[in-house]
């Protein structure tokens, strides 16, 4: 590691601290998070580069691709950093044309935790998110058979720690009985806000909640206030988001993705912008 990422960092357990500013490596697979990279230097390059900026965390999974993101970081960081935690997710299965399918028998769940095992090129997962079918749309089901299956193989060594995509609060107490939760990945950003509760109350019981599509997913925020806002502090509009979702809860790591060393190293400055107050209350406005 030849420095420390601005943005501070989060210990949600105590051999489990993040770099608040992450790294979402979905976006290194082909087009529609399937396939191999345009260009696959350039996707190491990333890698590598996000690890020298002092990033000590990087979301993947086995189904981007599939298999390729996870073989891509096996390549471009092995042997890993001793600060370095990697968080992968299970929960799903890519069809032949791309299709994300919920997959959540048990054994096909810990076949999945293998997979991510093997393409990584780890003997120990050190946190698996369950992807829920929530993440297709609200909903309170029962989470309990399928995260027992992980929370079995985190007592068998092959995990450190859980955590929940796309998960109702509801979903979190339920898994809270079952074993601690040290992440929550939803839907968040300045436009979708739904989950402002969630939030605060991961703030409260320390756990790390990490946004996805931090900056609107593939259809990128659109704002006039953000645009205006990120004029007169002569940043980016996509800086003053993830700026904004730093500052909204001590709670929030950030995983922004990219295929770019140039964009990622405008994602990262946006750790070092500091919004005053009247320009959060201005952008608080876009998701009210």
């Known amino acids: 590691m030849t420095s ?15 770099s608040r500013m992450g790294y979402g490596a ?23 580069e996000a690890v020298e900026s002092g990033i000590t965390h990087i979301d993947t999974s086995d189904f981007y691709g599939p298999t390729v993101v996870n073989e891509l970081i096996r390549e471009a960081l092995r042997p890993y950093p001793a600060d370095l935690r990697i ?86 107490t339920e898994a809270q009985a079952i074993a601690p939760v040290v992440t929550v990945q939803n839907l968040y950003n300045l436009a979708n806000r739904q989950d402002d509760a969630l939030v605060d109350r991961c703030a409260r019981e320390n756990i790390a909640f990490a946004p996805f599509f931090p900056l609107g997913g593939f259809t ?18 996509q800086q003053v988001a993830l700026a904004w979702l730093l500052q909204r809860s001590p709670a929030i790591v950030l995983i922004p993705g990219t295929s770019s060393v140039a964009h990622l190293r405008e994602n990262i400055a946006a750790a070092d912008l500091v919004l005053p107050a009247d320009a959060v209350a201005e952008l608080d406005t876009i998701g009210q």
């Open 4 to 18: 420390t990422v601005s943005g501070g960092t989060l210990t949600p357990a105590a051999d489990f601290t993040l």
């Open 26 to 48: 979905m976006q290194l697979a082909g087009p529609g998070v399937f396939g191999p990279p345009k260009d696959r230097d350039q996707a190491l390059a990333v890698l590598r």
């Open 87 to 172: 968080v992968t997710k299970v929960g799903a299965r890519r069809d032949d044309q791309g299709n994300w399918n919920p997959s959540l028998e048990p054994a096909d769940l810990r076949a999945q935790v293998h997979e991510n095992l093997q393409h990584l090129g780890l003997e120990t997962l050190d946190a698996v998110n369950l992807r829920l079918p929530s993440f297709e749309g609200p909903s309170d089901a029962s989470l309990a058979e399928p995260f027992g299956v992980l929370a079995d193989l985190r007592q068998q060594g092959l995990i450190r720690h859980l955590g929940l995509s796309g998960a109702t609060a509801a979903q979190l």
């Open 220 to 237: 990128p925020l659109q704002s006039r206030t953000l645009t205006d806002v990120a004029g007169r502090l002569h940043a980016s509009a």
